[in-house]
């Protein structure tokens, strides 16, 4: 498989004072440059995942997606010449302003501007959140997934499918959409035929529930910036609700999404796209503008559920690991790095936040309270 994750997300917008604040107020992403036509955002220990940049033609945005290797880069590049798409070598000064090693640029059939890079860089701090969340579920499964809006589907599909080696999750025949992943996470990309063509979402998955229900009181609390109704989709499992960004797309704000077997998993057709409950209005931002299609979601059919896909992160961890692992979340204490629990299988470096009872009379501390979801630590 070529791409390995959504890495990036580039936007252009006039807006980047009311994206910053968005961005970390709402969002609790944090920034991290701050110039006079553009910004960058963390949201975990990558050195930036979303841009948001004034002198880019109004609307173009850039997806950057991550392959493995610097043979994989050129292997893709390959790939891509040899069916007739136009590639760019990036130069190095456009590598340090993404901070990778190298990047690739080229279009997808419907014009937007794709960049495949590898070799991310890190940060030296960790992530410090815009507002008190526990942080973002990225690792592996990279920054989240976005929906595109395209012309032709099938023609997006055989690109994708076919050059960029996404995998089928599963597919809506009579509505021509369809759900890919390129790592564990249900899908990195969703593709749906429309009559106006571009970006519809931006999912970011957080780690906790409690972090979306308060994104939703804050959302709620802003005008009309909730778009579509909190609910729980009836493929990826996700938990969520969708914003209005100051761009013409919204942000999907989500937890508990189900993760797929990249070995075994069958592509599934779906009779319905409508959620197992809530998500009220997204037939209208599926919708948006144009004439209502005779295939939009039926009404939600009864009795359909799944178990809510708990990971540790959910239940037992107070924080996400990249923010800070090197004291208790309940009292600051430090934790001897011998303690500090790794997981080196998904997502990278993976501590536990939890002080177990041995550690607990080791350092004197008093158990973590799970509920509480914070961490001294960030908010200093
Ligand atoms: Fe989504």
Same mark, same amino acid.
């Given at each position: ?46 050195? @930036? ?61 419907? +014009? ?48 994708? @499918? +076919? ?33 106006? @063509? ?16 308060q994104g939703y009181d804050l959302a709620r609390a802003h005008g009309d910036r909730v778009k579509v109704s909190l609910g729980r989709h009836n493929n990826d499992y996700m938990t969520s609700f969708y914003m209005q960004t100051p761009s013409d797309f919204l942000v999907e704000y989500g937890w508990g999404g ?50 809510? @896909? ?71």
């Open positions: 498989m070529a791409v390995q994750a959504l890495g990036y997300l580039g936007i252009s917008t006039q807006n980047i004072d009311e994206w910053s604040d968005f961005a970390t107020r709402q969002l609790g992403l944090q920034l991290v440059d701050r110039a006079a036509s553009c910004r960058a955002f963390r949201m975990d220990d990558r050195r @930036q995942r979303v841009i948001v940049d004034k002198e880019r033609p109004d609307a173009e945005r850039f997806f950057g997606w991550e392959v493995a290797d610097a043979a994989s880069l050129d292997a893709l590049a390959g790939t891509l010449e040899a069916a007739g798409v136009a590639v760019r070598r990036e130069p190095a000064a456009l590598a340090d302003q993404r901070f990778v090693r190298d990047l690739i640029s080229f279009r997808d059939p419907d +014009g937007n501007r794709l960049e495949a890079f590898y070799g991310p860089l890190l940060a030296d701090t960790p992530f410090k959140p815009g507002r008190n969340i526990s942080g973002f579920r990225t690792g592996a499964l990279g920054m989240g997934h976005v929906v595109l809006m395209v012309a032709d589907f099938d023609a997006a599909l055989a690109f994708y @499918q +076919g050059l960029l080696g996404f995998r089928i999750s599963d597919f809506m025949r009579k509505l021509k959409a369809c759900f890919l992943h390129v790592n564990a996470r249900h899908h990195s990309l969703a593709i749906f035929e429309h009559p106006r @063509q571009g970006m519809h979402h931006l999912l970011m998955e957080l780690y906790s529930l409690d972090d979306v229900g189900r993760e797929v077997d990249v070995a075994t998993w069958q592509p599934i057709e779906m009779d319905t796209l409508a959620s197992f409950w809530g998500h009220d209005g997204l037939r209208e931002a599926i919708r948006g503008n144009a004439p209502p299609p005779e295939h939009l979601p039926p009404a939600p059919p009864e009795g359909r559920r799944a178990p809510v @896909q708990v990971i540790e992160g959910n239940i037992a961890r107070s924080i996400h690991p990249i923010i800070d692992n090197r004291s208790h979340p309940s009292c600051g204490k430090p934790i001897p790095a011998r303690d500090r629990a790794r997981r080196p299988d998904r997502e990278s470096t993976f501590p536990s936040a939890v002080c177990r009872s041995a550690r607990t009379r080791r350092s004197g501390c008093r158990p973590v309270d799970t509920s509480s979801r914070r961490c001294a630590a960030i908010s200093a």
